[in-house]
């Protein structure tokens, strides 16, 4: 199983976790309004006054999907990285290396690199329609840069 794969498989445990508390949270907080406003469209435009994203947007959510962002960011730079050197070494290599490699397939797979993006959303519509669904709310991208670039 690639990284990837790992990653996303750890993201769907907790992300099904994080989302059934959510839930919950989300029916309370409608059960609570419709007491007060006493009638169901009201509770829920109540609600989503204060939270416009719904349930999606919870600091829980957002919590899982940055951690699990900044995780494919890791792989992806570690990637470039062996990109880099890999590409360093070819260029410093000696005629004699060339000739003891030569007629000898390589074997390893080559690592890509997956965008977070593709990773934390577009795998979900796959297998998982409804947190797909769920985490299409999320219009935002909860992750930013430090002065070098790199995601934080």
């Known amino acids: 199983m690639s990284r990837y794969n790992e990653l996303f498989s750890d993201y769907i445990d907790e992300l099904?976790?994080?989302h059934a508390a959510v839930m919950a949270?989300?029916?309370?907080l409608l059960e609570r309004e419709l007491e007060i406003a006493g009638d169901v469209v009201a509770a829920e435009r109540s609600v989503l006054a204060r939270w416009?994203?719904?349930?999606?947007?919870?600091?829980?959510?957002?919590?899982?999907?940055?951690?699990?962002y900044l995780l494919c960011d890791k792989i992806n730079m570690e990637v470039r990285k062996r990109w880099e050197h890999q590409r360093h070494n070819k260029h410093t290599s000696?005629?004699?290396?060339?000739?003891?490699a030569w007629g000898v397939e390589k074997r390893e797979?080559?690592?890509g690199i997956c965008p977070p993006q593709i990773v934390l959303f577009d795998w979900l519509g796959i297998k998982h329609d409804e947190l797909a669904t769920?985490?299409?709310?999320?219009?935002?991208?909860?992750i930013?840069?430090?002065?070098?670039?790199?995601?934080c």
Request: proline share 8%; net charge negative.
């Open 144 to 151: 930013g840069t430090n002065p070098d670039g790199d995601s």
């Open 134 to 142: 769920f985490m299409s709310g999320l219009v935002f991208a909860s």
């Open 109 to 111: 797979e080559e690592e």
């Open 52 to 68: 416009p994203m719904g349930p999606v947007s919870h600091p829980r959510i957002i919590a899982v999907y940055r951690k699990y």
């Open 25 to 28: 949270w989300w029916r309370d």
């Open 16 to 18: 099904n976790e994080a």
């Open 94 to 100: 000696t005629e004699a290396d060339e000739e003891k």
